[in-house]
C-alpha cells in the first residue's frame, strides 16, 4: 500500500507523481516485460466480466417471462401462469402461506393520461370489471388509478379497494403491463376538484377499437377520465389473444384477497378437510335476489308483497311488473331451497357429505331450509364453523364475506350454484383455470319442468334421478370451448366463466369458432 507524501505543484500529490513517472520510465525503456504481458491478461478478464454479466441479465429475463407466462416446456402446466402464480394452490392451498411471486420490471412507456373508474355491483361483478379496466389502460397506453368500489348499490357496503384485495400485490404484480397508482398525482387532483370530472358510461360488449376510437381521444383531450360504470364493458370474444390472457393474468394472479380474509378462508377449509370432503352449495335464495328476479315461486303471499314492495323502492332495478310463473319456467330464477334437495338427491350426492352454504341470509330462514337440512343433514356455514370474534371484522360488508366464500368455493370437491350470477360464473372459470374442477351447471329450464312432473306423480323417483343424471352428464366444469353469437354479445358465452384461452397449450393455438 503507498504512502502519500506530500503535494507537488505541477503533478499533485507526490506518490502519484513518483509512480507515474517511473511507470512511463519503464515502458520506454522496455525494463518491464511483466507489464506486457499483463495487457492481454486484463483484456481477458475484462471480456468475461463483461460476458457473465450478460448472462445473467439474459438469465433474469428468461426467468420473467417464464413466471409471466409459464410455458408447458418450463412448468409442465397447461395454462399462461405457473402455480406459484395461483392466489390458491389446487393441494390442500391453506397449509402453507403463499409465495410471493418475483415482482416485474416497471414498464417504461408515454403516458396518454389518466383513467379513474368506479365499478358497480357485488364483488364479482366489480372483479370482472377491474379485470377488464386494467386491460383497457394497458392498451390505451394510460395510468389507471386504483378502481373505486360500489358503496351505493343494494348492500352499501362500505369496503375499499384495499379492504378486500391486497392492493400493493395489485400494483406491483401488473407493473411490467400498466401503471396503476393509488390516487391522481397532486397537481391533477386539484385541477379535477376545481373542475367537473369527464365522466361517461362506456358501451357494453365493446372490442378495443371502440376504447382506441372513442375514448383515447378523451383522455388525451382532458388529461383525466372517469368511467362511471364498469362491468361488461368489453367483448367476451373476437378480441386479441394477447388481451384475453392479460384479464386472466389479472384475474388470477394480480387480484389476491387481503391477508386477513385468505387467512380465514384457509381457516374454514382446514375445518372441513378435517371431516372429509365437502361440498360448496351458493344458494342464491336471498331476499335481494328474489326482489330483483321477481322469482316468487313458493312464497306466501305476504312475502310475495314484500319482495314487491323492495323491488320498487329501487329505481336501478328497472324491471317492476315481473311474472314469476314463466320466468320461472325460462330457467331465469334461482332453485328454491325445496327445489335444490330434490336435484342434489337425484343426482346421486351423499346425504351425509359436508355442504357449505355460501350465501347471505336466507330467505325464510331456518323454515324455508328445513327440506334440504332434512335430505342433507351437514349443512354448514362460515358463522356456525367460526367464533363470532373470527368474523368481526368482516361483519356487515357484504363484499368481505363473499370473499370468504369465494376462496372456499374455489378449493371444494364440488360447487354447485343455483343461479347463474356473477359469482357462479367467476368461480366457475377460476376453478377451470385450477384443473377443470368439478361444477355442476344446473340446467333450470329443464329441471323445473322435470320437478313438477316429479311432484304431480308423472315420474317414479328412479325414473326422474336417471333423466336428471342424464341432463348434467356433460355439465361437470369439463373443457369446451365459449359459444359466439355475433349478433347479440350479452347472450353469449361469459368470458369469466370460461377463459378457454388462458387454458390452451402455447404449442397449439385455438382456432376460431
Known amino acids: 500500500m503507498c504512502k502519500v507524501e506530500g503535494y507537488d505543484e505541477k503533478c499533485g ?11 512511463l520510465s519503464e515502458v520506454q525503456v522496455g525494463k518491464s516485460k511483466s507489464f506486457m504481458v499483463l495487457r492481454p491478461r486484463m483484456k481477458l478478464f475484462v471480456i468475461r466480466g463483461i460476458t457473465i454479466m450478460l448472462l445473467c441479465a439474459c438469465f433474469v429475463q428468461l426467468m420473467a417471462l417464464g413466471e409471466t407466462w409459464g410455458p408447458r416446456v418450463l412448468k409442465g402446466w397447461p395454462s399462461c401462469f405457473s402455480h406459484s402464480e395461483l392466489p390458491l394452490p389446487l393441494e390442500f392451498p391453506y397449509a402453507a402461506p403463499i409465495k410471493a411471486a418475483s415482482s416485474p420490471p416497471k414498464r417504461v412507456y408515454k403516458n396518454n393520461g389518466y383513467l379513474m373508474v368506479s365499478c358497480n355491483g357485488g364483488l364479482n361483478q366489480m372483479r370482472a370489471a377491474i379485470c377488464d379496466m386494467v386491460t383497457i389502460a394497458r392498451y390505451l397506453n394510460v395510468t389507471l388509478i386504483v378502481p373505486e368500489l360500489d358503496k351505493a348499490s343494494f348492500w352499501a357496503d362500505p369496503s375499499d379497494f384495499h379492504d378486500i384485495f391486497d392492493v400493493d400485490h395489485f400494483i406491483a404484480s401488473l407493473k411490467d403491463e400498466v401503471r396503476i397508482l393509488k390516487a391522481l398525482p397532486p397537481r391533477l387532483k386539484r385541477r379535477v376538484e376545481q373542475r367537473t370530472l369527464y365522466s361517461l358510461a362506456p358501451i357494453s360488449w365493446s372490442n378495443m377499437s371502440y376504447y382506441l376510437n372513442q375514448i383515447l381521444p378523451l383522455v388525451k383531450k382532458h388529461k383525466v377520465v372517469h368511467l362511471n360504470r364498469t362491468d361488461a364493458r368489453l367483448a367476451n370474444n373476437r378480441l386479441p389473444l394477447e388481451i384475453q390472457k392479460l384479464r386472466c393474468r389479472v384475474n388470477f394472479n394480480g387480484l389476491r384477497f387481503t391477508s386477513q380474509i385468505e387467512e380465514l378462508g384457509r381457516r374454514v377449509v382446514r375445518i372441513l378437510r378435517e371431516k372429509g370432503p365437502f361440498l360448496v352449495l351458493h344458494l342464491r335464495y336471498e331476499m335481494d335476489m328474489l326482489a330483483f328476479s321477481g322469482c316468487t315461486h313458493g312464497c306466501s303471499s305476504d312475502e310475495v308483497e314484500e319482495l314487491t314492495r323492495m323491488r320498487y323502492a329501487y329505481p336501478w332495478w328497472k324491471e317492476k311488473v315481473i311474472n314469476s310463473t ?40 331456518e323454515k324455508r331450509m328445513a327440506s334440504l337440512a332434512a335430505a342433507f343433514p351437514n349443512l354448514v356455514r362460515k358463522d356456525t364453523l367460526l367464533d363470532p370474534s373470527d368474523l368481526s371484522f368482516i361483519k356487515n360488508h357484504s363484499s368481505q364475506m363473499a370473499a370468504l366464500d369465494y376462496l372456499v368455493s374455489l378449493e371444494s370437491d364440488i360447487f354447485v350454484p343455483t343461479y347463474d350470477g356473477n359469482m357462479a360464473k367467476v368461480v366457475e372459470g377460476h376453478r377451470r383455470f385450477l384443473g377443470f374442477k368439478k361444477t355442476i351447471q344446473l340446467d333450470k329450464k329443464h329441471l323445473v319442468g322435470l320437478i313438477d312432473q316429479y311432484n304431480n306423480g308423472s315420474f317414479s323417483w328412479d325414473d326422474f334421478s336417471s333423466v336428471v343424471k342424464e341432463a348434467h352428464a356433460t355439465r361437470m366444469g369439463s373443457p369446451k370451448k365459449r359459444i359466439i353469437i355475433a349478433d347479440r354479445p350479452k347472450e353469449e358465452d361469459y368470458f ?3 377463459p378457454y384461452e388462458c387454458l390452451q397449450l402455447l404449442d397449439e393455438p385455438w382456432r376460431s369458432t
Open 13 to 23: 500529490y507526490r506518490e502519484e507523481c513518483e509512480v507515474g513517472f517511473k511507470f
Open 326 to 365: 314463466m320466468k320461472r319456467l325460462e330457467g331465469l330464477c334461482p332453485l328454491t331451497p325445496e327445489e335444490t334437495a330434490l336435484v342434489l338427491s337425484a343426482l346421486g350426492i351423499d346425504r351425509n357429505v359436508q355442504i357449505y352454504i355460501a350465501a347471505g341470509e336466507i330467505y325464510g330462514g
Open 496 to 498: 369469466y366463466a370460461n
